[in-house]
């Protein structure tokens, strides 16, 4: 059955840039965190260093992530998990090598 009626407005623009899913998810105004590094120390909780944007943070678990709106809930190994608004994410050291 085909549709009638009037459009009432223009549709919107196309993007010209590429589509990137990662800067979607990053949000914040720091981006995606990147991890550099894990401490672990026996008996205490981790933590690790993360690159964000053009600097990089120290997080202890619990802690948000520098200002890109993460926040780091665990560590182990090579890696961590992070969250932002329910969304949980496991990063890796090795990830960007």
Not at 15 to 29: D, K, Q, T
Not at 50 to 55: A, L, M, P, T
Not at 66 to 85: C, P, Q
């Amino acid at each position: 059955m085909p549709l009638s009626g009037t459009l009432r407005a223009p549709a919107p623009p196309l993007s010209s840039g590429p589509i990137n899913p990662s800067a979607a998810l990053a949000g914040g105004s720091g981006g995606m965190p990147e991890l550099l590094g894990v401490v672990q120390i026996p008996g205490r909780s981790g933590s690790a260093i993360f690159q964000v944007g053009g600097s990089s943070s120290n997080a202890l678990v619990g802690d948000s992530i520098g200002n890109s709106g993460w926040r780091l809930v665990a560590t182990s190994g090579d890696g961590a998990v992070i969250e932002r608004g329910g969304i949980t994410r496991r990063v890796s050291i090795s990830a960007g090598f």
